[in-house]
C-alpha cells in the first residue's frame, strides 16, 4: 500500500512484569505525523506476565486507533507479539485456539481481540517492525518507561498533545535494522553474566560459553550472551519466554 510516511500512525508498544508472573504494566505510543498529534496509552496487572502486557498494549494501541483507517506502522521488540500477530494465531484461531503441541494458547483473550481488530482493519494496512530494545530508539525507550513504571507503581504522566512539543525525544527517528545490529553488537562486547540456549522450547542457562556451545552444537538452536539480569530478561522476553 502506497502512502506518504506523514500519512501512516505510527504505533510503539512495550510491555513488562516484575517476575513472570508478577506485577506488570503496558505502555503505547500513537503518532499521527500530519494531525502534529502524539497519544500515549498506559496500563497494569498485579499478577502478569511480560507477554501479556505486550499483547495488552498492541490490543489498546489499536483498538485505540480503530476508527482511523490509514495505514499503521507498529514498532515493538517482541518477536512473540510480531510471530503470533502475522503467522501463528492463523493457524490458532482455525484449530480452536490449540497450538501445534495440543495445548490452548496462552493469553487466548487477547489473542482473540487482536484476531478481530487486525481482519476488521486488514492484515496488510500494519506493518510490523521488530526493533531492538535498549539502543536509543526513543519511541521504543519511552513504552518501555511506561510500562516499566506502572508495573513498578509509578505514577505515570501521559502525554496527549502536539509532536513538534513533545517532550521525549524524536519519535520519528527510527534507525534502520543495521544499524540497530551494529549497536547490538556492540553492547554484547562485555562481560557475560550468563548464556542462554533454547532447544525445541527448553531453556538452559549457563555460567559458560564452552557449556553452552556442548550444547547447542549440532542442533537447532537459539543462543545469546546475557550482559545483566536485566539484559536475561530482555533475552527471555525476545524469544517469547515465560518464567
Not at 133 to 147: C, F, L, Q, S, T
Amino acid at each position: 500500500m502506497n502512502t506518504t510516511p506523514e500519512k501512516r500512525l505510527i504505533i510503539f508498544t512495550d510491555g513488562s512484569s516484575l517476575g513472570n508472573p508478577g506485577p506488570g504494566g503496558w505502555g503505547a505510543l500513537i503518532v499521527y505525523q500530519e494531525l502534529d498529534e502524539v497519544i500515549e496509552l498506559g496500563g497494569t496487572k498485579l499478577q502478569t506476565t511480560n507477554n501479556e502486557m505486550e499483547l495488552a498494549a498492541i490490543v489498546s494501541a489499536l483498538s485505540y486507533a480503530e476508527m482511523n483507517t490509514e495505514p499503521i506502522t507498529l514498532y515493538t521488540d517482541s518477536q512473540y507479539a510480531i510471530n503470533g500477530c502475522t503467522k501463528w494465531m492463523y493457524g490458532w484461531k482455525k484449530n480452536g485456539w490449540i497450538t501445534a503441541q495440543k495445548e490452548p494458547v496462552k493469553n487466548k483473550a487477547l489473542w482473540e481481540q487482536l484476531y478481530e481488530l487486525i481482519e476488521k482493519r486488514g492484515k496488510e494496512s500494519i506493518t510490523w517492525e521488530h526493533v531492538r530494545g535498549h539502543v536509543g530508539v526513543p519511541g521504543n525507550e519511552r513504552v518501555d518507561d511506561i510500562a516499566r513504571e506502572l508495573a513498578e507503581g509509578t505514577n505515570v504522566s501521559l502525554y496527549r498533545g502536539r509532536l513538534s512539543q513533545y517532550p521525549h525525544g524524536n519519535v520519528l527517528s527510527v534507525p534502520d535494522m543495521s544499524e540497530q545490529l551494529k549497536a547490538s553488537k556492540k553492547s554484547s562486547s562485555g562481560k557475560a553474566y550468563s548464556y542462554l540456549s533454547l532447544i525445541d522450547g527448553e531453556l538452559q542457562k549457563h555460567s559458560s560459553w564452552a557449556e553452552c556451545e556442548a550444547r547447542v552444537k549440532g542442533n537447532n538452536a537459539k543462543f545469546k550472551k546475557a550482559l545483566s539480569a536485566d539484559h536475561e530478561q530482555e533475552i527471555l522476553k525476545e524469544w517469547g519466554i515465560e518464567q
